[in-house]
């Protein structure tokens, strides 16, 4: 009897997987999916890591294309994220070589256990800048074929607001010698659209500037998209995923504990999307292959993209700084990204180029691995041009011997080498705006304080008026590097073992950030709006 009973006990163990096996719903699971689009530089790597950073209980996973060989944005997504899951399309495009790869993705996905146990209940993809969408989403709402359980669900296009800007003249009309096709294509098949970088916008005009925009959109290209305006694509999740939120019966209206909200995913979609048929009617207007009509001349040019890699030798902060300094150099470029590795720097360091020659930089993660410097830069050039490009950009390591210089540095001599902390001391601004911290391997490291102004010591300006010295320094280094004055400004900062950040800047090179006169215009502007609270000098007076 024991026996028998061992036995049953022994089939029943399967029972469930048989009974789910055979009489469960055979309904597979849908995978609500998000496409991301947008011109080079636009900003939406920055909208994937927003999402991924506040995704909640949301489980994402991400497919992100990229048309340099070095697929920077899907290191930069690994970097600051903990997505379910990332697939990596690189050198090519979604919209036509990499289309494919696209959909042989998404099946993969669909038909793993992830998606099979819930583990993976969003996902994301990220076209290429010069992407046109169309045949992605053709690909997506396809009812048969390899994707057909991917229910796209939105279509994000980022637009970078201050790029845009030359486009619009004084009748609230777009140029037409400036008429791109790829942005036009990727405006007219959006559901949700983020005038991003509104912050980069004449302060006294960017209401007029974004309401010519959003009226000239409404009008020629897309009039049922909803229309959002941001700042480092800063926007509610449910505006552009369709996700909600639970009702708050049950919960109770006092809670100590510190948690993100919870969404859940719509069961049945639609509350974003635009009909197919809309969206695709007056497209593909851009039915090209990464061709840019340029403003200088009605001739067209394909588009190159070159990447460099470099592992033996980390890269001089001075050379590096008269590299994207160029402005030679900068004028060939649509787009520049890297994670790169520099010399007394611990972190990997963000260095970028978008939009009208801002450049940016942030520091990333601590290298856990073999550090490494990768970059990428896409532009309208000639092979030659690009392929010169990426020779001058490796003699930015510290091996190299030499760097050429076929750019005028700030004070317009030439290769003149300048003691940059002899300009930051004899200078009177400078001194009532900058403390020197120190010198250490012929890099200067000086912190923006403002204090002689204001009579306080740093410590005070911390301790009593409550200000926050460290963003004081990184908001000074955004400003300074946005900025498109020329000869180009450039300007780094480090984060010591006490989390306090200082401003650098080689000792030996040109004047500090390349532009003095930047440097102290925009370190004024960060003081008063820091300081904007403070009435009245600590004397009283």
Excluded at 116 to 122: L, M
Aim: charged share 25%; with cysteine; net charge negative.
């Amino acid at each position: 009897m024991a026996d028998d009973d061992l036995e049953a006990s022994r089939v029943n163990i399967f029972l469930h997987a048989e009974n789910v096996r055979v009489f469960g719903d055979q309904q597979r699971p849908i995978l609500p999916t998000c496409l991301v689009t947008g011109f080079l530089g636009a900003g939406k790597t920055t909208l994937l890591n927003h999402i991924l950073t506040n995704r909640s209980n949301l489980r994402i996973a991400a497919a992100i294309n990229d048309f340099s060989e070095l697929n920077i944005d899907e290191r930069l997504v690994k970097s600051k994220n903990t997505a379910q899951r990332i697939v990596e399309l690189s050198n090519g495009c979604v919209c036509c070589s990499k289309l494919d790869d696209l959909k042989d993705a998404v099946f993969q996905m669909l038909e793993s256990a992830d998606v099979a146990s819930d583990n993976v209940n969003y996902l994301l993809v990220e076209t290429s800048g010069v992407s046109d969408p169309s045949a992605v989403i053709r690909a997506l709402d396809a009812k048969f074929g390899k994707c057909f359980r991917a229910r796209l669900d939105s279509v994000v296009t980022v637009v970078d607001a201050d790029q845009i800007v030359p486009m619009v003249d004084s009748k609230n009309q777009l140029s037409p010698q400036n008429n791109n096709l790829t942005i036009i294509s990727q405006l007219e098949c959006a559901d949700i659209i983020l005038l991003n970088k509104v912050d980069l916008l004449p302060t006294d005009e960017v209401e007029r500037v974004l309401e010519s925009i959003e009226s000239r959109i409404r009008q020629e290209y897309n009039s049922k998209a909803k229309i959002y305006r941001t700042n480092h694509c800063k926007v509610p999740l449910s505006s552009i995923l369709d996700v909600g939120f639970p009702t708050s019966s049950g919960v109770s209206a006092i809670s100590h504990e510190v948690s993100a909200i919870p969404m859940y995913v719509s069961s049945i979609g639609g509350a974003l999307r635009q009909p197919s048929s809309s969206l695709m009617k007056n497209s593909p207007k851009a039915a090209i292959n990464h061709l840019m009509t340029m403003s200088s001349s009605s001739s067209a040019y394909t588009l190159q993209s070159v990447s460099v890699s470099i592992d033996a030798h980390p890269l001089s902060l001075s050379k590096l700084q008269k590299f994207v300094c160029c402005k030679t150099k900068l004028e060939l470029l649509f787009r520049m990204k890297g994670v790169l590795w520099i010399k007394g720097f611990s972190e990997r360091c963000i260095v970028h180029l978008s939009g009208r020659g801002r450049l940016g930089f942030e520091l990333g993660e601590k290298w856990t691995g073999p550090p490494v410097s990768d970059i990428a830069f896409i532009g309208a050039a000639s092979e030659n041009s690009m392929n010169e490009l990426q020779k001058e950009f490796t003699e930015c390591a510290t091996s190299s011997k030499r760097i050429r210089n076929n750019c005028q540095s700030s004070e317009g001599q030439g290769d003149k080498t300048i003691d940059a902390m002899d300009v930051l001391l004899q200078n009177p601004n400078c001194k009532k705006l900058f403390h020197i911290v120190e010198e250490r391997d012929d890099i200067v490291y000086f912190r923006l304080t403002g204090g002689i102004t204001y009579g306080y010591t740093e410590e005070e300006i911390h301790r009593d008026l409550r200000i926050d010295t460290n963003a004081m320094q990184m908001d000074l280094s955004d400003a300074v590097n946005a900025s498109i004055d020329s000869p180009k400004a450039f300007l780094t900062y480090q984060r010591t073992m006490a989390e306090t950040v200082l401003l650098c800047y080689s000792r030996y090179g040109t004047s500090p950030a390349n532009n003095l006169q930047v440097l102290e215009r925009e370190a004024t502007k960060v003081v008063a709006t820091h300081f904007r609270n403070v009435q009245v000098c600590k004397c009283g007076a």
